[in-house]
């Protein structure tokens, strides 16, 4: 009896052993990925239905950094250019990707997934990605990081108050006659405002639509020979024309409101248009988010005196940092988060229109997102495929962008300009020393950078 005692007392004490050592393995096995992105409502759908993926790879845990997007931009250049190393994964834009590409401080998203088949999403289709979004996020050939959501700009506005003024939107609106539009729509007593767009400083905020501004009135960043152009008569007369529009008829605040500040403006009914990302429209159309899901309508982006660069071509996007110690998992996510397995999920548990957009192929072939974007999709399909990022100025230009100049030094003195003219739109200084001030700024980050002389 002794013995027997002593045989299951010892196979207990194995067993705890070897229960104990199975418990090691799995804690050094699971590892803890630091997500950084920009906070809006296309990334917290993210943060929620993250849960989703931790339970089918249960040894990966996502931690997210949300930031607001000049604070994203900000922390995650000083993070990837110092090697800090503080994140496995970073969201980043069509303007970034190939610059840190270039200096070697992202990994290859190709060379990755060839490396570590088992962590791609099954059937994750890189062919089905856009080829000009691909294209934007490609550095000498090889893909740098994959797209969450992609856009171009296009038009919004209030079809219920179009009607009740008796005005009619066409598919390819003017600058000229969104002017027009603003100004008639424009009634301040009754909380009505003729139009929203971005005034808040930063070269992602006010600079993203006043670029495609600029470039359809003929205006330019650079001559050929990187000179700045900012005291050029044709730039002088695209801010002067944004300015006015905004203080005219413009939304209240205007150098204080971005991307999301405008969208509510729009999405409350208190805008009768608003000119922006067309990622916008599945907010607009989302009846948990809008009050104008039945009213909001959907065309080009305007034009203006010349037909290019009017529409802006983006995608934000993730890519993992070189410095990253948790490339495999990285990958796992990168791919879950970017699938047609994703899109779906979102499509399923939100509704289809606010699905994240212009990535694939497949999301215009989906017949549910059709059903359910029809309205809007087909017009943004249009908008991505037909901005060219390498053909958006009149004049010849030495850098490739349409709401921005492709250089690293665009992020500083893109900034301190926008600085400049939000102060204009808010009336503290004029169009013509926000624009001197502008035309001194670049000059010297140009000389400093090398060049010019």
């Known amino acids: 009896m002794k013995k027997r005692l002593s045989l299951v007392l010892f196979i207990l004490f194995v067993s705890s052993i070897f229960l104990v050592q199975i418990s090691l393995v799995s804690a050094q096995d699971s590892v803890t990925i630091t997500v950084a992105v920009v906070n809006n409502?296309?990334?917290?759908?993210?943060?929620?239905?993250?849960?989703?993926?931790?339970?089918?790879?249960?040894?990966?845990?996502?931690?997210?950094?949300?930031?607001?997007?000049?604070?994203?931009?900000?922390?995650?250049?000083?993070?990837?250019?110092?090697?800090?190393?503080?994140?496995?994964?970073?969201?980043?834009?069509?303007?970034?990707?190939?610059?840190?590409?270039?200096?070697?401080?992202?990994?290859?998203?190709?060379?990755?997934?060839?490396?570590?088949?088992?962590?791609?999403?099954?059937?994750?289709?890189?062919?089905?990605?856009?080829e000009a979004v691909r294209l934007g996020l490609s550095y000498e050939g090889e893909m740098y990081a994959l797209p969450f959501y992609a856009e171009s700009s296009m038009?919004?506005?209030?079809?219920?108050?179009?009607?009740?003024?008796?005005?009619?939107?066409?598919?390819?609106?003017?600058w000229d006659q969104i002017r027009e539009f603003a100004c008639a729509l424009h009634n301040p007593d009754a909380n009505q405002y003729g139009i929203a767009l971005r005034g808040l400083p930063g070269w992602g905020e006010v600079l993203a639509p006043l670029n495609t501004v600029i470039n359809s009135y003929g205006g330019r960043w650079f001559d050929e020979e990187w000179n700045p152009q900012l005291d050029q008569p044709e730039f002088a007369e695209a801010v002067n024309f944004y300015v006015s529009?905004?203080?005219?008829?413009?939304?209240?605040?205007?150098?204080?409101?971005?991307?999301?500040?405008?969208?509510?403006?729009?999405?409350?009914?208190?805008?009768?248009?608003?000119?922006?990302?067309?990622?916008?429209?599945?907010?607009?159309?989302?009846?948990?988010?809008?009050?104008?899901?039945?009213?909001?309508?959907?065309?080009?982006?305007?034009?203006?005196?010349?037909?290019?660069?009017?529409?802006?071509?983006?995608?934000?996007?993730?890519?993992?940092?070189?410095?990253?110690?948790?490339?495999?998992?990285?990958?796992?996510?990168?791919?879950?988060?970017?699938?047609?397995?994703?899109?779906?999920?979102?499509?399923?548990?939100?509704?289809?229109q606010t699905i994240p957009p212009g990535t694939r192929v497949s999301t215009y072939e989906n017949p549910n997102?059709?059903?359910?974007?029809?309205?809007?999709?087909?017009?943004?399909?249009?908008?991505?495929?037909?901005?060219?990022?390498?053909?958006?100025?009149?004049?010849?230009?030495?850098?490739?962008?349409?709401?921005?100049?492709?250089?690293p030094e665009f992020q500083g003195f893109g900034t301190d300009v926008s600085q400049q003219i939000s102060a204009a739109i808010a009336g503290q200084i004029t169009v013509e020393e926000a624009l001197a001030r502008g035309q001194e700024i670049v000059t010297r980050a140009m000389r400093d950078a090398g060049y010019i002389p």
């Open 41 to 130: 409502p296309d990334q917290r759908r993210l943060l929620t239905l993250s849960d989703q993926f931790h339970a089918a790879y249960p040894n990966i845990n996502v931690s997210f950094v949300m930031l607001p997007e000049n604070e994203l931009r900000a922390r995650v250049t000083t993070d990837i250019t110092t090697n800090a190393g503080s994140f496995d994964i970073v969201q980043i834009g069509t303007f970034e990707t190939p610059i840190f590409a270039q200096n070697g401080w992202l990994a290859s998203v190709d060379k990755l997934m060839a490396e570590y088949p088992d962590n791609v999403q099954p059937d994750y289709a890189v062919d089905d990605l856009l």
């Open 245 to 352: 529009l905004l203080q005219d008829c413009g939304v209240p605040g205007a150098a204080n409101n971005g991307f999301s500040e405008s969208l509510t403006m729009m999405a409350q009914g208190q805008a009768a248009m608003w000119v922006d990302a067309t990622v916008a429209a599945g907010f607009l159309t989302d009846p948990s988010q809008s009050q104008v899901v039945d009213d909001v309508g959907f065309v080009m982006a305007p034009v203006g005196p010349v037909d290019k660069g009017y529409h802006w071509l983006w995608s934000w996007a993730y890519a993992i940092p070189t410095t990253s110690q948790h490339q495999a998992a990285a990958l796992q996510f990168l791919t879950w988060s970017t699938s047609r397995d994703y899109i779906n999920l979102v499509g399923e548990t939100y509704g289809w």
């Open 155 to 174: 038009t919004f506005y209030n079809k219920r108050m179009f009607a009740d003024a008796g005005l009619e939107m066409p598919e390819q609106p003017t």
């Open 369 to 407: 997102y059709q059903a359910a974007a029809g309205a809007f999709a087909n017009v943004t399909l249009n908008s991505i495929q037909t901005a060219d990022p390498t053909d958006a100025t009149r004049d010849p230009v030495p850098y490739v962008g349409v709401q921005f100049v492709g250089i």
